[in-house]
């Protein structure tokens, strides 16, 4: 029976050659936003990962919407252009589309990078002023965000349309925007850290407003032919947070709002919240987004398995699977994935003698 994983999946304007997703992972590695010669070897390295789509990392629109001083930005003429220089040479390399996720760091932002400790940025280290729908800080040790005004909000939408301007100058074919993982987008959806008393607090309507304000601004900025989604929370995992059933209600308001796809990931509103660790934990979240709301749905988290990742696609749990921490283990993923599964992968010419059909007789030359 021929894999459904492998089978090509059309969104927008788009066609992916299968199921499978690089979700995007940070880098932490670039220059006041911009992208360096590390991004160059990461992109390439993954432009032959037999994915169909490769998601870069968190791409923020306002400098001091960034997390760490590392993340990477599409906030200035400078990152849009050594972007371009790295996303150019990785297409040279491979097959893959590449899609690029938007991102606000809100409350989270002034960060240390993970290898520094995670934390809040030191007095010494350039730190900024936070902002986030209340002042209430990620945790204990985190620097405390102001309250965000109007004139904030409306700064942070044009700056998210602004940035996926760039986005489409460079010719990315997906636009993620980043609502999940308890930065700002979230933190507006989310009770636990929007407590405002305006209508951009309360009920769940009220705080979407925010949030898909940005998404009808971006997707009017954007032609149809370029698929435009949002990563979001399926749930917080906590009972004061979003549930289930809020997944699906922002789901719904998405793609009312002309989003043609979500990945369903979960978690992240506090410092101490923790995701369950079972194999492919969101799968459930997904799973009942997709029936219920027919939006295109990828799942993620702890997917790790080719024969998982089929059975998730094949049973319509989700249309796409994304896997991150795979693809940093084994770049070749989807090449291991396709050979277990019976399936063909694209593979660059110089790559070809080692597809597996090609092995024998053993090389001459
Ligand atoms: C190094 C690293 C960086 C990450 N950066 C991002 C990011 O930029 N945006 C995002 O939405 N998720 C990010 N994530 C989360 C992953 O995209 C993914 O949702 C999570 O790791 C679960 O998938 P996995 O079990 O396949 O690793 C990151 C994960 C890792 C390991």
Partial sequence: MSSVLFSPYRMGGVEFANRIVVAPMCQYSADDGSANDWHLIHLGMLANSGAGLVMLEATHVQRHGRITHGCLGLYSDNNEAALGRALNAARRAGSTKWGVQLAHSGRKGSAQRPWEGGGALRPDADPWQTMGPSALPNGDTWHTPREMTEADMDGVREAFVASAKRALRLGFDVIELHMAHGYLMHQFMSPVSNQRTDQYGGSLENRLRFPLSVAKAVRSAVPKEVVLGARITGSDWRPDGLSDADGVAIATALKTAGLVYVCVSSGGITADTRNPTTPGYNVPLAERI???????????????????????????????????????DDPHWGWHAAKALGAEVARPLQYARAAPKLWAPAAKA
């Fill in 290 to 328: 997709k029936k219920e709301t027919g939006i295109g749905t990828r799942a993620v988290g702890l997917i790790t398995e080719p024969a998982q990742a089929e059975e998730i696609v094949a049973t319509g749990q989700a249309d796409q699977v994304a896997l991150a921490r795979g693809f940093l």
